[in-house]
């Protein structure tokens, strides 16, 4: 917006000039040398109106892009080239942090059309908007420690998908997880870290001798299924192939998530 005001005003600028030069007659050479800067004003003008014409046209291709995500249509298939392509942009150190302005904020006061959904860890380290480079808005992040599942986290999954529209829900698991290694370490855990453990135990059984990145994927995997199988809101959408549940696994290493083969 503060471009095309400055365009505007380069606009009206060298306008106002070229109405004052009307008023000379063009009778002797000053008069033609003061015809000759006009025709230069008109080359000028002629320059910036394209330029303006042009930008604002850039400027409603970006307003489109936002009206597709508002509608509720972002597809999964789409969902994830996007968290792809901002991945990849963190991982390349060039993230752009994108509409995380007041311009964003003041948009979205009265309504959310996130593009995805990320149950992810509560790590410190594993952010879902800054390692996949989005803004406001963008995400709905359930996050619990060793992205478990249980009532609470499936309600707001549902919200989301029923009432938000969401199309596509990730279950982010990462490298380095305390709460896997903590359900891989056979001396247990105490106080209510044990009801995180018991849900992820039988990743643990079903990698024993592998290491604990297989555990994590394992139980990213079994967290997809239960999702996938939750009765009565997310079975019939998943079936009905209105929404999509993946897993993926993030690198506290490289910034880098893959996503594991559904
Ligand atoms: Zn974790």
Do not use: W
């Not at 005003?9 to 009778?27: C, D, E, Q, Y």
């Not at 002629?46 to 409603?60: K, T, Y």
């Not at 080239?81 to 150190?93: C, D, H, I, K, P």
């Amino acid at each position: 917006m503060t471009i095309l005001v400055s365009v505007g005003t380069f606009v009206f600028h060298p306008l106002i000039l070229f109405s004052a030069g009307m008023k000379f007659s063009f009778r002797n050479p000053e008069d033609l040398l003061i015809k000759e800067n006009i025709m230069k004003n008109q080359k000028y003008i002629i320059s910036i109106l394209i330029a303006g014409i042009l930008m604002v046209g850039v400027s409603d291709r970006i307003q489109a892009k936002g009206d597709d995500q508002k509608a509720g249509t972002v597809k999964p298939a789409q969902a994830k080239q996007l968290l792809v392509e901002g991945n990849a942009r963190f991982v390349s150190g060039k993230s752009i942090h994108p509409r995380q302005n007041a311009d964003r904020r003041s948009e979205l006061t009265n309504s959310q059309h996130p593009f995805a959904i990320v149950l992810g860890c509560a790590d410190s380290r594993t952010g879902p908007e800054i390692i996949f480079d989005q803004g406001l808005g963008d995400l709905f992040v359930v996050r619990e420690a060793g992205n478990v599942i249980d009532d609470h986290t499936i309600g707001g999954i549902e919200y989301a998908v029923e009432h938000v529209h969401v199309k596509l829900v990730v279950v982010l698991g990462h490298q380095r997880c305390g709460a896997i290694a903590a359900a891989r370490d056979t001396a247990g855990a105490d106080g209510h870290i044990k009801s995180l453990l018991v849900t992820i135990q039988p990743a643990v059984n079903a990698t024993k001798g592998q290491d604990a990145e297989a555990t994590c994927k394992a139980h990213v995997q079994n967290m997809v299924h239960a999702l996938q199988t939750s009765e009565p809101v997310l079975k019939k959408l998943v079936q009905s192939g209105e929404i999509k549940i993946v897993g993926a696994y993030y690198s506290l290493e490289t910034g880098a998530v893959s996503f594991l083969e559904e």
